[in-house]
């Protein structure tokens, strides 16, 4: 593999904590339960809409969500100050010997703030965050944008993320992938995808090696 992709919220950066408060303080605006880290990890899916119409257990239409969306990421950007890296994932990004890059559904401009305020600009060819005002969205057509971009051959790219998702996007792509369990899905739903899972970053690196 040449090129190494990552993921941000819950892979590079570790922000399940923030992720888990900021999604209760949403759920809350419309008498919703009080979800754990664990609850997230089981439930957590893609497009966010249904995630919301899962723990709600009734339906949400699009207005509501993005009241829902509106309300969590108010609660994110609120305690964002407050959040880190992944414990090894300088390290792992240091062990990578090709290009990297970063994609995420964290907005695009806000994206731009963090990976500054974290140092990794220097070490990242391309960023790209999620256009537009509402979150939520799948991976596979903004991964796809992204390797055209960075003139790419999907078969010589690799993803480290933390979702299904994550896995879904590179396959419908044509680029391989490693899930990392560390982040916001529960390590059996990963295996389920018969992807290779790794528990630490620098285990994720080695398997995309």
């Known amino acids: 593999m040449k090129h190494l992709v990552w993921d941000w919220n819950g892979t590079l950066l570790d922000d399940l904590k923030l992720v888990v ?3 209760n303080v949403c759920l ?6 009080v979800i754990t880290a664990e609850d997230h990890r089981r439930d957590f899916r893609r497009p ?3 995630y919301y119409a ?3 257990a009734r339906p949400v239409d699009e207005v509501e969500f993005q009241l829902l969306d509106d309300a969590f990421h108010d609660a994110y950007r ?4 407050e959040v880190q890296l992944a414990p090894d994932a300088l390290a792992a990004m240091g062990k990578w010997p090709g290009t990297q890059s970063l994609l995420s559904m964290f907005f695009h401009d806000e994206l731009l703030v963090e990976v500054e305020r974290h140092g990794l600009s220097a070490r990242l060819v391309r960023v790209d965050g999620l256009p537009g005002t509402v979150g939520g969205h799948r991976k596979a057509t903004f991964l796809e944008r992204h390797l055209k971009a960075l003139e790419l051959d999907p078969a010589n790219v690799v993803l480290i993320g933390d979702s299904v998702d994550d896995g879904d996007a590179a396959r419908a792509v044509g680029a391989s992938a490693v899930l990392y369990a560390g982040g916001f899905t529960d390590s059996g739903l990963l295996e389920a995808t018969g992807l290779p899972v790794a528990y630490s ?3 994720a690196v080695d398997l995309a090696l």
């Open 21 to 23: 408060d900021a999604t």
């Open 28 to 33: 809350a605006t419309v008498g919703g339960p």
């Open 48 to 50: 966010i809409l249904d």
């Open 54 to 56: 899962h723990v709600l």
């Open 78 to 81: 609120d305690r964002i100050d």
């Open 201 to 203: 970053l620098l285990e």
